[in-house]
């Protein structure tokens, strides 16, 4: 019983050490708990250390893979790009080609063009019996056909090509409008319509040739849609601006097809008129070079009743045109008219000479075919020939020109001879060329009737 009763004094231990020693023993538990709670959190920091090393391994996987797909996405490109960069140049090319073509072609198809309407009018002026009148006005129908084609399908090619560039201007309109009357008239009176002329002094800023264009297939469309009344050419006055309009009793465009009308080959479907004539595409011509203008173009209709389309352009004061100055007289020996007339003829083109000589013949005129000015100089020399008037090409060959040719044969005559200068070249630098020149100008292939009444008042 005394052995088990000891305590620890007797055991001979200080109870100081021992109470030091158990908190030390809890200090040493806090430091293990604190460093095993450590470690803990490092084993998780390592876990999602490697989980997050796993995750950047396959995100950069599959970047890897979407940079090789978008290397790939951008050759691809690469070389798309560098296809329609070949398109492109090929589809510049082909329309400058185009472009060329129609060029050539206007030239050389209105050329025979030129040829058959002369001869094809000395054929209608020799004919005997009406069965020949009515074959020859066939064939002056067919030729006129093809003619408004070839001369359509060349304002769009060079619409297309930029070829055209307008040469903006003070227009009187009164002038103009006179004009496109005093053409159309007879063909209105063939349909026995009417056509009048609103009087104006009011001017527009446009170019010349192309608004007379524009007018002209306005007033075709017009002409021929129209079966009974007339047409009707005027202008008004809208603040800076001038409304040009030309009004028709033609059987009017359904509201659905106002838009549409003024694309390539397209025509109103209005009923009963299944024999019409035409292509399509002069209001589309109208549209286009209204565009390059900068011009306006409205359209208003009543079906049954009519049609007005509307070119607004700005307004400007007409410009004071001079008279040109009257040519020199001729010797005392010319009679009036054309009869006995000498009439020199330059072109370069046989069969243009051979059609021009019948025609010419015809109208009991004396004429001198020459190719150039060398020959003209050599039939002035001989005093063989007194010319009274020249028709000349304006283009000839190895750059000579026609201009060139009626200068060098009035210094040498010594007067100011009436000279007609043909050209299949409808640019205003041609024209300007021949104004500058003191000539006249007619496009190939010309009306006969024009050239005679050119002649005759020429030669008056």
Not at 141 to 150: F, G, K, P, Q, R
Not at 304 to 309: K, L, S, V
Not at 400 to 419: E, K, S, W
Request: proline share 4%; net charge neutral.
């Amino acid at each position: 019983m005394t052995h088990l009763g000891m305590t620890a004094s007797t055991r001979g231990e200080d109870p100081d050490s021992v109470a030091a020693l158990k908190r030390r023993i809890v200090k040493l538990e806090k430091i293990n708990a604190a460093l095993m709670n450590r470690v803990e959190r490092s084993v998780d920091h390592q876990a999602n250390g490697y989980a997050m090393f796993q995750t950047a391994i396959s995100l950069e996987s599959q970047v890897r893979i979407r940079t090789e797909e978008l290397k790939s996405a951008l050759n691809h490109l690469e070389s798309l790009n560098h296809q329609l960069s070949l398109a492109r140049d090929q589809a510049e090319q082909a329309n400058n080609v185009k472009t060329r073509f129609f060029t050539a072609v206007g030239h050389d198809v209105l050329q025979p063009l030129h040829a058959a309407r002369l001869s094809l009018s000395a054929l209608c002026e020799g004919t005997e019996t009406a069965e020949q009148q009515r074959l020859a006005l066939q064939v002056d129908h067919a030729l006129s056909s093809v003619e408004d084609l070839l001369r359509t399908i060349l304002d769009i090619s060079k619409l297309e090509a930029g070829v055209i560039r307008p040469n903006p201007q003070p227009i009187a309109l009164q002038p103009l409008f006179q004009s496109l009357t005093v053409d159309l008239e007879p063909l209105l009176k063939s349909k026995g319509l009417r056509i009048s002329c609103r009087p104006t002094q009011l001017g527009i800023q446009s170019d010349a040739l192309m608004l007379r264009r524009i007018l002209q297939n306005l007033l075709a469309n017009a002409l021929q849609y129209t079966r009974r009344g007339g047409i009707v050419i005027g202008a008004r006055k809208r603040g800076g601006d001038v409304r040009i309009e030309v009004w028709d009793t033609g059987p009017g465009i359904p509201e659905a097809e106002r838009d549409r009308i003024f694309e390539e080959f397209q025509r109103g479907s209005t009923a009963g008129d299944t024999n019409r004539g035409g292509f399509g595409l002069g209001l589309s011509i109208v549209n286009r070079m209204a565009h390059t203008l900068d011009h306006r173009v409205e359209l208003s209709s009543r079906v049954g009743r009519g049609t007005r389309f509307s070119i607004i352009a700005p307004f400007a004061e007409p410009r004071h045109v001079e008279n040109t100055p009257a040519p020199a007289e001729r010797p005392s020996h010319q009679s009036i008219g054309l009869a006995s007339a000498n009439v020199i003829i330059l072109d370069n083109d046989a069969n243009v000479l051979a059609a021009m000589e019948t025609l010419l013949s015809r109208w009991s005129c004396r004429t001198c075919l020459v190719r150039d000015a060398h020959e003209i100089g050599e039939v002035i020399g001989s005093g063989a020939f007194d010319p009274d008037i020249i028709l000349a090409d304006y283009h000839l060959y190895a750059g000579l020109l026609g201009t060139d040719c009626v200068t060098a044969l009035r210094a040498q005559l010594g007067r100011r001879l009436p000279a007609v200068v043909i050209t299949a070249d409808h640019g205003e630098e041609t024209a300007a060329a021949a104004r500058e020149a003191g000539c006249e100008i007619l496009c190939k292939p010309i009306r006969p009737a024009e050239l005679r009444s050119l002649m005759l008042h020429l030669l008056s």
